[in-house]
C-alpha cells in the first residue's frame, strides 16, 4: 500500500512510483522514463514530494521514476512545492525550446506540449538567445530537427539499448548536447522508425508522412494489422482526402508491444501508389484488345464465363481469411488452391503440423522477449521477421538479469541494471547460412547449408532427448556444438526455439520442433517460434487446400478452364515456365489484386481490390493469432473489398441476391465450415455491437473539413459512408467511452495527446490493455502428446564440382512483395546480386562485382557477384524479391558461370 | 606540531625516491597491515579514526569500506580508485602531495585496497597534472620493482596491481561516479545512487573511490592508531588537514595545519593577510562550489561540522578570498561560467538552469541587467538544490551564488541600477 495525497492505493513494490501513479490514473508528468526502456532520472520531470511518515510535515522532493513504491511510501503529487517544481523544469525546457508548433509536426500529438500544458507553466522570463544545431540528413525515412531537443535521452537509450543500433549516439555537453550520428547518413538500424514515437517532441518525425501531411485530429484510422509480414504486428494507420498518410504503432501487449520495424511503419505507400488499379477491366479479344471498364459490365461477363465454364479458384497467403474463403466458397471447395508452389504448401503444412502435434507452444512476441535461452534454426530474423529479432535482443538479457535481482536492483533502474550486467549475454545461439544482424548478441554462431543446420538441430534434440534420432557423421565440433546449446538449453527455464520457412527445407523447422519437444519432454516449458513470411501464410495453410502444382494440374487435364486468382502474383510464386504453361492452359484468367504487376497485366478480367486500409478481414500471424484489420477509409467507387467482388460475382453468376449481407456472415461461414478456424468469429465484436447505443466513430471530434472536402463537387453535404461490416464509423460523431481493444485505434485522453495517452489505456503502464487481449489464438500445444519424432535426419550437406546449392538470402526492404512500393523503402533496397563464398567465387574465376550467370530451377540470371565469407563452401545466395529476381521461396542447385561477354 | 602528510616534501627539485621514502618510515603501514593485520582490522581502525573523507564530502572513510561486500562470495575483481582529479576551482592540495611524496598515496592504496580486498587500483589523473603523471608513473614503477604491487605481496598472499590513468579532462570526471563512467571509457554522466559503487562499482563490480588526501592519511592511521590520529586535530573532525588559499593575499599557498585551524589563523599567519591596499571582503572557504563567509566568520574553525554550522562547506579546505576591489558580481559569473560549462547535460536544471544563471549574471556584469534578475537567480538557487538535480554538481554550483547575493547584494543591486559594473 502507498499514500498518494492522502490516499491509499494498491501497489506493486517492485514497480516504481511514476509507473504506480500513472497505472491508477494520476496525470504525473514526465519525459525520461519509457515503459520498454525503464527510468533513468535525468529529466526531472515527474518530481513529488516524499514524507518519511506521518508525521512528516516538510518531506523532499523525489523523482518518482526513481523511486521504489515500497510499503508504506508516502508521496504527494499535488503538494504546491512539488508542483512549482515541475512547472521550473519545463520553463527550464522552453528556455530554448524553439516556439514552432504551428509548422511542427509533431504539435497536437507533442508530448511536451501535454506535459507544459500539465505543469501550467506559461509566460516566458528567459530573455537570452537560444542554442540551436545543425541537422543532419538521417535517411529517407526520419526527419532531424534538433533544435527542439529537450535532451530526455530517450533516443539514444532507445536506438543503442533496446534496439541494439550503434550508428547514432549522443554527443556534447551542457546545454549543448546532441543527439544524431557521427555523420549524416541513412540510420541502419532496422527500427529506427520508432524514434518517431519515442521522442516527445518533433526532432524526429516521419519524413514520409512529411509528404502528405496533415494534423492528428485530421486523421480517420482504424485498428489495423501489419501486412508486411508473418508477424501481425497491430498498426493505426491515418488516411485524410482519400490518402493514406501515415502508419503508427497499435499496442499490443502479446505481440508488438511499443514498436514495429521500419518496414511495417513505411511499407503503407503501396496503398497510394500510382500501380493502383483503380477500374475493373475486361481485355475483349477483339477491336484490338479493347478495354471495357463499366463494373457491370465486366461483371456480367465474368458471371458469363463462370456460369457455362469450370472455375477454379487460387487464393493468397496475403489475402484475409474472408477473402480466402470467399473465393472457396464461390468455386467450391475442392476447385479451391492455396496460391503457393508445392515447396511452400509443404513448408507452410510443417509449420502447422509442428506447431500442433507436439507439446511446444507457439509463441508470442512477448513470450520471446522473456525467453531465457535461445536457439535459432535457419532464420535471418532481422530480414524475415524483424519484430521478433528485436525481441530476442531483450531475450538475451534475461538470464543476466538474475544478477540485478540477487542485489535487489529494481528491473526499472535501467542504468543500473545495465551497469551491473555489462555485455554479459544469456545464451543464444544462431545457426544460419550467411551472417545476420542478430550475430553481435548471439553467443555463438553457426554457418552452414540448410540441411547441416537441420542436423545440427536434431544433435541438440538428441542431446536432451534419446528418443529423438541419432545424427552420425557430425564432426567434431559441430558435436561438441550441440552439446553446449543443449546445456544451455537444459539450464535454462523458458527456452525458445526459433525456425521458419526462410531455408526452404522442412528439415530444418523439424530440427527445431524436436529440440523444443525434447525439453519439454524434460520438463522445461520450451517455446516454439515458427516464422512464415506473409500475413496470412498461416491461415491459408489452415484452409488445408493444395498448392499450385494441383491447380496446373486441374487446367491441364481440361477439369478445369478459368481461373481466378485472389491478391496473388503468380509469377513470385513459381518459376515462370511453370507459369507461363498453367497460364496458357487456362482459358480465361480473372484477377482480383490492388496494384498492376505482371498477372494483372496478362489477365483478361481485372477487379480492383481494397487494400488492408480499405477492407476488412482477418489474418492468422505465425503465432497462430487471429487479429481483425479494421477499414480505414472508403476507397474510390469502383474499388471493393475482394470477398465483396467474389460475392458480387456469386451473385451474378446464379442470378441471386447476396449470399451474405455483412462480413460477421463470411465469418460466421467459414467458422461453420473449417473447423480448425472455428474460433475466428470470436476475434471481433460483432457488427452490431455498440457502446452506449453509439458506434465508435474513426475520426476524432476534432476532425475538420467534413463539408468542406467534397465542396469542390458539391455542397450538399453527403451522408457519411456507411460501414455495415463493423461497429466502427466513418464519422466523428460516436461513442466517446473506451471501446473494447480489438476496437481500438485513437488513443486520445484529455490532456494526453499524444502517443502517451495509451497510459490511459492499460490495465498498467507496459502491461495488459483495458478490456482483454486482442486476437484469438487459434492452436494450442497438444499437452502430453508423445512427440512425433521423425526417424531419419538428413544428409550431410556435399558440395557439388560444378554447382552451388543456391539458398535465399532476404532483405527487410526488398524482398517482400508490397513494402517495395513504398518510395523510401525502394531507396533502401540493395541492388540484385549473387553472393559468394570468396574461395568458391576464385575457384570460378569471379572478383566481387564481377557480372556471373546463374541457371536455377530453368531461370537464367546475370548478377554482380558480391563476396560473402560468411557463406559456407558450395553454397551461394540469392536475395528473394529483388529486380528481376524470383519472387517466391526456392532451393536447388544452380550453374555458375562467369558471364559470358556480349557477342559483337 | 606533528605533519605527517608534508614531512617528507622536499622544496623544489625531485620527490622522495623508493628508498628515501622507505628510511622516512614510508611503506611501514603496509607491513604491518600485510604482514599482521586482517582487512577488517585496518578498516576497523581507519573507522575508529573517524577520517573524513578529504574529497569534499567528508563522508566518514571506514564506514565507507564498510559496506563493501568481502569474504568468500564476493564479486571479483574488486576495484579501489584513488580520485586524482582535482579539478575544484581554487584547490590544488592534492597536487602538492601528487607532486612531492606520490609514494605516499601508492602506499596508501596499498594500505586501503587490502582493507577492502581490491585485486585492482587504479589513480585517476587529472590530464592537466603533466608533472604529477611523470612522477607517479617513476613511483609505480619503483613500487613494483621493491615489491609491494603485484602478485603476492612481501609474501603476504595479497595481490594488488595499480595502473595509472589520465583523464580526458572534465569537471564531472572528479565526481565519484561519473569517474567510474569516464573510466570505463563511457561519457561521464554521473550515475544514481542506490546502487552504491561499493555494490555496483567501475564494471558492475565493488568500488570504492578515495580522494588522494584521505588515502595519503590511511598509512599514518595504520602506524600509529587511532588516537593519535584525533589527537592531531583541534576539534572533533580528526586529523590534519591540507589548507589552501588563493585569491590577493600575500602568500598564496597550501599547508598541513591541525584539523579545525581556523580561518583567520589561515589567511593571516600562515597566508600573510591581505595584499597592500586591499581589505577583505569574503571567502569561499572550500573551492569554488561553496558558500561565501565574510567577516564576522573568520574566527569559525576550518572543520566540516563548524563550517556547515556557519552556513558553507569545508569542501577541499582551499579558500578563495575575495577582497574590497574585486568585483563580486564578476567573480560569481567567472564561477558560474566555470560551472555552466561543465555541466554533462544530463538532467534538466543543472544544463539549463546554470548557462542561464550565468547568462543574467553576464547581462548584470554588462549593466543590462533587471532587477527581477535578482529574483530570478534566487529561484534559481532553491531549484538547483540537493535532491532536485541528479548529482552535486549544481547544487555546489549555486553555493557562491546564493551566498554572493546575500552578502553582496547591494553590489549586485548597484550594476543593475548605475547599468554597470562599478569596479571597472
Redesign the interface.
Known amino acids: 500500500m502507498i499514500h498518494v495525497d492522502g490516499k491509499e492505493f494498491e501497489a506493486d513494490s517492485q514497480k516504481n512510483l511514476l509507473e504506480v501513479c500513472l497505472s491508477l490514473g494520476m496525470n504525473l508528468p514526465y519525459f525520461c522514463w519509457h515503459p520498454a526502456i525503464g527510468s533513468?532520472?535525468?529529466?526531472?520531470?515527474c518530481?513529488v514530494k516524499q514524507y518519511k511518515d506521518e508525521n512528516d510535515e516538510r518531506g523532499?522532493?523525489?523523482m518518482a521514476c526513481?523511486t521504489p513504491a515500497a510499503e508504506g511510501t508516502r508521496i504527494s503529487i499535488d503538494d504546491p512545492e512539488a508542483a512549482e517544481?515541475r512547472e521550473?523544469?519545463i520553463e527550464?525546457?522552453m528556455?530554448?525550446h524553439p516556439h514552432d508548433c504551428p509548422v511542427c509536426d509533431e504539435g497536437g500529438e507533442c508530448h511536451l506540449q501535454d506535459m507544459t500544458v500539465m505543469t501550467g507553466h506559461a509566460y516566458r522570463?528567459?530573455r537570452?538567445d537560444k542554442r540551436t544545431y545543425n541537422n543532419q540528413y538521417l535517411g529517407p525515412l526520419i526527419n532531424h530537427e534538433m533544435n527542439r531537443c529537450?535532451?530526455c535521452?530517450r533516443c539514444v537509450r532507445y536506438y543503442r539499448d533496446f534496439a541494439g543500433g550503434r550508428d547514432f549516439d549522443?554527443f556534447?555537453?551542457?546545454?549543448?548536447?546532441y543527439f544524431g550520428r557521427h555523420q549524416d547518413g541513412v540510420l541502419e538500424n532496422e527500427f529506427s522508425g520508432n524514434l518517431v514515437e519515442v521522442c516527445p517532441t518533433g526532432v524526429f518525425t516521419d519524413k514520409t508522412f512529411k509528404e502528405h501531411f496533415t494534423r492528428k485530429w485530421d486523421l480517420q484510422t482504424a485498428p489495423s494489422v501489419c501486412v508486411h509480414c508473418g508477424l501481425g504486428c497491430n498498426t493505426t494507420p491515418g488516411e485524410r482526402y482519400g490518402e493514406l498518410r501515415r502508419v503508427r504503432n497499435r499496442y499490443n501487449e502479446d505481440v508488438n508491444g511499443y514498436f514495429l520495424c521500419d518496414r511495417g511503419r513505411y511499407g503503407y505507400e503501396f496503398v497510394n501508389s500510382e500501380r493502383r488499379i483503380r477500374q475493373p477491366r475486361l481485355k475483349q479479344a477483339t477491336e484490338q484488345d479493347a478495354l471495357v471498364t463499366a463494373t457491370n459490365d465486366v461483371l456480367r461477363h465474368v458471371a458469363g464465363l463462370l456460369d457455362g465454364g469450370r472455375p477454379i479458384g487460387i487464393g493468397s497467403p496475403r489475402a484475409s481469411l474472408e477473402a480466402n474463403f470467399a473465393l472457396r466458397t464461390l468455386v467450391g471447395h475442392d476447385r479451391f488452391f492455396a496460391g503457393w508452389s508445392d515447396l511452400e504448401a509443404g513448408l507452410a503444412a510443417r509449420v502447422l503440423a509442428l506447431l500442433r502435434d507436439g507439446p511446444a507452444r507457439s509463441t508470442s512476441l512477448r513470450e520471446a522477449e522473456q525467453a531465457d535461452a535461445v536457439l535459432v534454426l535457419g532464420e535471418d530474423l532481422t530480414n524475415t521477421a524483424p519484430m521478433l529479432a528485436l525481441s530476442l535482443r531483450q531475450a538475451v538479457r534475461r538470464q543476466p538479469m538474475a544478477?540485478a535481482d540477487a542485489?535487489r536492483?529494481p528491473a526499472w533502474?535501467d542504468?543500473?541494471v545495465r551497469?551491473?550486467?555489462?555485455d554479459e549475454k544469456g545464451p543464444l545461439y544462431v545457426a544460419t547460412p550467411s551472417k545476420t544482424k542478430l550475430d553481435d548478441v548471439a553467443r555463438e554462431t553457426f554457418r552452414a547449408a540448410p540441411q547441416d543446420i537441420a542436423r545440427l538441430g536434431f544433435a541438440v534434440a538428441r542431446q536432451l532427448d534419446k528418443r529423438s534420432p541419432e545424427v552420425t557423421g557430425l564432426t567434431r565440433e559441430t558435436a561438441a556444438l550441440a552439446k553446449r546449446i543443449a546445456e544451455a538449453l537444459r539450464n535454462s527455464e523458458r527456452p525458445l526455439i526459433v525456425s521458419g520457412t526462410g531455408c526452404a527445407d522442412q528439415s530444418v523447422m523439424e530440427a527445431a520442433a524436436h529440440v523444443a519437444w525434447a525439453l519439454c519432454g524434460t520438463g522445461i516449458k520450451a517455446g516454439l517460434s515458427l516464422t512464415l513470411p506473409e500475413p496470412n501464410s498461416l491461415g491459408l495453410a489452415m484452409m488445408e487446400a493444395p498448392g499450385l502444382d494441383a491447380a496446373a494440374d486441374a487446367l491441364t487435364q481440361d477439369s478445369a478452364d478459368t481461373l481466378i486468382v485472389l491478391e496473388n502474383d503468380l509469377w513470385r510464386r513459381v518459376n515462370s515456365s511453370f507459369l507461363e504453361s498453367l497460364l496458357e492452359s487456362a482459358k480465361h484468367v480473372i484477377v482480383i489484386d490492388h496494384l498492376e504487376n505482371s498477372m494483372t497485366a496478362s489477365a483478361q478480367v481485372v477487379l480492383p481490390a481494397a487494400t488492408f486500409a480499405e477492407s476488412d478481414g482477418t489474418l492468422v500471424n505465425n503465432e497462430g493469432r487471429a487479429q481483425r484489420f479494421y477499414q480505414v477509409f472508403v476507397p474510390e467507387a469502383d474499388v471493393l473489398e475482394s470477398w465483396r467482388w467474389i460475392q458480387r460475382l456469386m451473385s451474378a453468376k446464379e442470378s441471386a441476391p447476396p449470399l451474405w449481407s455483412d462480413l460477421d456472415e463470411v465469418t460466421a461461414a467459414m467458422a461453420e465450415a473449417i473447423p480448425a478456424l472455428a474460433s475466428v468469429a470470436e476475434v471481433a465484436p460483432p457488427s452490431t455491437f455498440r457502446l452506449v447505443g453509439q458506434k465508435i466513430p474513426r475520426q476524432p471530434r476534432r476532425y475538420s473539413g467534413r463539408t468542406a472536402i467534397l465542396a469542390d463537387i458539391t455542397v450538399h453535404e453527403p451522408k457519411p459512408p456507411d460501414d455495415p461490416d463493423t461497429p466502427l464509423a466513418f464519422s466523428m460523431e460516436g461513442a466517446t467511452v473506451r471501446p473494447p481493444p480489438t476496437l481500438l485505434a485513437d488513443y486520445w485522453s484529455p490532456g494526453w495527446n499524444s502517443v502517451q495517452s495509451l497510459n490511459k489505456f492499460q490495465a498498467e503502464v507496459g502491461g495488459p490493455l483495458l478490456g482483454g487481449e486482442v486476437g484469438v489464438r487459434l492452436i494450442e500445444p497438444a499437452d502430453g502428446a508423445a512427440p512425433a519424432y521423425v526417424e531419419h535426419v538428413p544428409a550431410p550437406f556435399e558440395s557439388r564440382p560444378n554447382e552451388a546449392l543456391v539458398v535465399p538470402l532476404y532483405h527487410i526492404f526488398g524482398s517482400e512483395e508490397l513494402s517495395v512500393h513504398a518510395g523510401g523503402l525502394a531507396e533502401l533496397a540493395p541492388e540484385p546480386y549473387l553472393a559468394l563464398n570468396p574461395d568458391d567465387a576464385g575457384r570460378l574465376g569471379l572478383a566481387g562485382g564481377a557480372g556471373a550467370d546463374l541457371s536455377l530451377e530453368g531461370e537464367q540470371y546475370r548478377l554482380p557477384v558480391k563476396l560473402d565469407p560468411s557463406l559456407p563452401a558450395g553454397v551461394a545466395g540469392l536475395p528473394i524479391g529483388l529486380e528481376g529476381l524470383p519472387g517466391y521461396t526456392f532451393s536447388g542447385w544452380g550453374k555458375i558461370r562467369p558471364a559470358e561477354p556480349a557477342k559483337e | 606540531m606533528e605533519r605527517p602528510l608534508t614531512k617528507n616534501f622536499k622544496t623544489g627539485g625531485e620527490p622522495p625516491t623508493i628508498r628515501e621514502s622507505e628510511s622516512a618510515g614510508g611503506y611501514q603501514a603496509v607491513r604491518k597491515a600485510l604482514g599482521g593485520m586482517t582487512p577488517e582490522e585496518v578498516t576497523e581502525v581507519v573507522k575508529k579514526s573517524n577520517l573524513l573523507g578529504r574529497g569534499g564530502a567528508g563522508f566518514p572513510t571506514g564506514l565507507k569500506w564498510s559496506f563493501v561486500p568481502m569474504g568468500e562470495g564476493a564479486p571479483h575483481p574488486k576495484y579501489l580508485v584513488c580520485n586524482a582529479d582535482e579539478m575544484e576551482p581554487g584547490s590544488f592540495k592534492d597536487r602538492e602531495l601528487l607532486e612531492s611524496d606520490p609514494h605516499s598515496i601508492i602506499e596508501g592504496m596499498i594500505v586501503s585496497a587490502y582493507a577492502i580486498q581490491a585485486d585492482i587500483g587504479y589513480i585517476f589523473l587529472r590530464w592537466a597534472y603533466k608533472v604529477a603523471e611523470l612522477r607517479l608513473r617513476q613511483a609505480i614503477a619503483e613500487a613494483y620493482q621493491a615489491g609491494y604491487l603485484g602478485k603476492d605481496i612481501l609474501g603476504s598472499g595479497y595481490s594488488f596491481e595499480l595502473y595509472l590513468h589520465t583523464s580526458a579532462g572534465?569537471y564531472?570526471c572528479g565526481e565519484e561516479t561519473g569517474l567510474l563512467n569516464s573510466l570505463e571509457g563511457r561519457?561521464a554522466t554521473p550515475?544514481?545512487k542506490?546502487?552504491y559503487p561499493q555494490?555496483?562499482g567501475l564494471?558492475?563490480k565493488p568500488t570504492i573511490v578515495n580522494n588522494v588526501e584521505t588515502l595519503a592519511n590511511v598509512p599514518h592511521i595504520v602506524n600509529n592508531g587511532a588516537e593519535w590520529y584525533k589527537g592531531l586535530s583541534l576539534t572533533d573532525d580528526a586529523g590534519t588537514k591540507l589548507y589552501g588559499a588563493s585569491g590577493k593575499v600575500r602568500r598564496p599557498g597550501v599547508w598541513e595545519l591541525p584539523m579545525g585551524t581556523t580561518i583567520r589563523e589561515l589567511l593571516e599567519e600562515h597566508a600573510g593577510g591581505m595584499q597592500d591596499g586591499l581589505n577583505f571582503r569574503g571567502v569561499i572557504p572550500g573551492g569554488a562550489s561553496t558558500d561565501f563567509l565574510v567577516e564576522e566568520h573568520l574566527d569559525v574553525p576550518m572543520d566540516y561540522t563548524s563550517i556547515q554550522k556557519a552556513g558553507s562547506r569545508l569542501g577541499t579546505g582551499t579558500m578563495i578570498v575575495l577582497d574590497d576591489k574585486t568585483c563580486p558580481v564578476a567573480m560569481v559569473h567567472n564561477l558560474e561560467h566555470f560551472f555552466?560549462?561543465?555541466?554533462?547535460?544530463?538532467?534538466?536544471?543543472c544544463?539549463?538552469?546554470?548557462?542561464?544563471a550565468e547568462?543574467l549574471l553576464k547581462?548584470i556584469e554588462d549593466g543590462q541587467g533587471q532587477m527581477?534578475d535578482l529574483d530570478?537567480l534566487e529561484?534559481q538557487c532553491k531549484?538547483l538544490g540537493p535532491?532536485?538535480?541528479?548529482c552535486a554538481l549544481a547544487p555546489g554550483a549555486v553555493e557562491p551564488l546564493q551566498s554572493a547575493l546575500r552578502y553582496f547584494r547591494e553590489d549586485f543591486e548597484r550594476h543593475i541600477s548605475e547599468k554597470r559594473c562599478p569596479w571597472r
Open positions: 533513468v532520472g535525468s529529466c526531472r520531470q518530481a523532499r522532493i523525489v526513481m517544481f521550473s523544469i527550464l525546457l528556455a530554448n522570463r528567459f537570452f529537450i535532451q535521452y549522443v556534447a555537453a551542457h546545454d549543448h548536447v544478477k542485489l536492483i533502474d542504468a543500473a551497469e551491473l550486467i555489462q | 572534465r564531472m561519457r550515475r544514481s542506490p546502487p555494490v555496483s564494471w558492475g555552466a560549462q561543465e555541466s554533462c547535460g544530463w538532467c534538466t536544471p544544463r539549463e538552469g546554470l548557462p542561464w547568462k547581462s527581477s530570478l529561484s531549484l535532491g532536485h538535480t541528479f
